[in-house]
């Protein structure tokens, strides 16, 4: 992605530059605007409230980093939408006092922040759920939840539970398995898919609270449930899936664990977001702008049009049996329905192959539109991510063509 490719020309690159430049435009209103359609979309889903970091650009141990929230249907695996969004400096610093500083003036504070947005955008939702990486195994995460909020963290550190008592990872390693879970481990960059299977312990936990001296008037600790997931039979040469998850879920049978287990897996949905901010689309990393405030504001349009890429990858195969189809509206307006079916209507062919099969209003009728527009023909594999961000920039690119062309009518 190059702001001069963007920007069609000179002068288009000039006015780009500028408005990325703007003071007018940040990074925090085009999030809040993102987050108010996600809001209409929860009503009545369950929402997977999914977080992550990831660098934009890295420098000498810092660099700056994009923190990201997104929601994802618990039910069906559909993206809801984009929740929160926020941009972090780091330097090298000195970490010797940071543990001694409250929460609330440390980089880490985020994953609560986000926490409590997901809360007031999806307020609607009939529950949320947050899903979160080792990063965000934070003693407040867990005692400062919103009130409507559950959360599935990955465990990222051991814990002491006092003198002669076992931390909870040898606790961990000492819980009867409870039940063997046959598992398709989806593919990553790196690692082909497989099929494993995977050993589920699980137990409650209370997890005392630090021994900072800020935390000496926390009356108790943290009552969770801890669900154990680790792979028996790994193929040579790969690593053995290995979780410690730490839920708010009660978790008193394998259901239960396996359930949370199910939500934990959806996780993988942020991080195929990352790829197509980076190496399956946008290019984030490669940008060229040295201006960090027009970075940000880049970066952060590039995360709100890859979270649509997103939904029409996820909406392509139509809807998962016993669901119904999206409405078009998750990712495009109502205006850009006619621009659409003319589309499809010059894109179909003869053959079966090259028909859209899906009905019009539907997002997996417009992800097949943009699939063709990006070059695919209909007949060898699955469309993804590349292809389908070609196609919808095309569409994008059309659609202000034909308003420059209504608007040159106007003035006639």
Same mark, same amino acid.
């Given at each position: 992605m190059r702001v001069r490719k963007l920007g069609g020309h000179r002068a288009g690159e000039i006015r780009l530059t500028r408005f990325l430049r703007n003071d007018a435009v940040n990074p925090q209103e085009m999030i809040e605007q993102a987050a108010l359609r996600t809001a209409g979309r929860s009503a009545d889903r369950h929402v997977l409230a999914i977080q992550d970091t990831t660098v934009v650009r890295s420098s000498g141990g810092g660099g700056l980093y994009l923190h990201a929230m997104i929601g994802v249907d618990a039910d069906d695996g559909a993206i809801v939408g984009a929740i929160h969004g926020q941009f972090l400096s780091r330097d090298q610093g000195k970490r010797g006092t940071q543990r001694a500083r409250p929460i609330e003036e440390k980089e880490s504070y985020r994953w609560l922040e986000s926490a409590d947005r997901a809360a007031e955008v999806c307020a609607a $939702?009939?529950?949320?759920?947050?899903?979160?990486?080792?990063?965000?195994?934070?003693?407040?995460?867990?005692?400062?939840?919103?009130?409507n909020v559950d959360l599935v963290v990955r465990a990222a550190k051991d814990r002491s539970f006092g003198k002669d008592q076992p931390s909870l990872f040898a606790m961990a390693d000492a819980l009867p398995v409870s039940a063997n879970l046959a598992f398709t481990l989806p593919a990553k960059p790196g690692r082909k898919e497989r099929d494993t299977q995977l050993a589920i312990r699980f137990s409650a936990v209370t997890l005392p609270h630090p021994r900072n001296g800020i935390y000496k008037k926390t009356p108790d600790g943290a009552r969770l449930y801890l669900v154990d997931v680790r792979e028996t039979v790994t193929p040579p040469g790969e690593t053995p899936i290995h979780w410690r998850l730490l839920t708010t879920y009660a978790v008193s049978d394998t259901d239960q664990a396996a359930a949370v287990?199910?939500?934990?897996?959806?996780?993988?949905?942020?991080?195929?977001?990352?790829?197509?901010?980076?190496?399956?689309?946008?290019?984030?990393?490669?940008?060229?702008?040295?201006?960090?405030?027009?970075?940000?504001?880049?970066?952060? $349009?590039?995360?709100?049009? $890859?979270?649509?890429?997103?939904?029409?990858?996820?909406?392509?195969?139509?809807?998962?049996?016993?669901?119904?189809?999206?409405?078009?509206?998750?990712?495009?307006?109502?205006?850009?329905?006619?621009?659409?079916? $003319?589309?499809c209507a010059k894109l179909e062919g003869k053959t079966a192959k090259q028909k859209n099969p899906h009905p019009k209003g539907s997002l997996a009728y417009a992800a097949w539109v943009c699939a063709r527009l990006g070059g695919w023909t209909g007949y060898y594999g699955k469309p993804g991510p590349i292809v389908i961000l070609d196609g919808w920039q095309q569409f994008q690119a059309a659609k202000r063509g034909v308003g420059l062309l209504l608007a040159a009518f106007d003035n006639v």
């Open positions: $939702a009939r529950h949320i759920t947050v899903i979160a990486d080792r990063e965000s195994d934070i003693y407040e995460a867990f005692t400062r939840r919103p009130a287990i199910a939500l934990y897996r959806r996780r993988w949905t942020i991080e195929q977001l990352f790829r197509t901010l980076k190496t399956q689309g946008f290019d984030i990393e490669g940008l060229r702008v040295e201006d960090e405030v027009a970075l940000s504001n880049l970066v952060t $349009a590039a995360f709100v049009a $890859a979270v649509i890429v997103q939904q029409l990858v996820h909406a392509r195969d139509g809807a998962p049996p016993g669901s119904t189809l999206r409405p078009i509206e998750d990712a495009f307006e109502p205006s850009d329905r006619p621009l659409l079916e $003319a589309f």
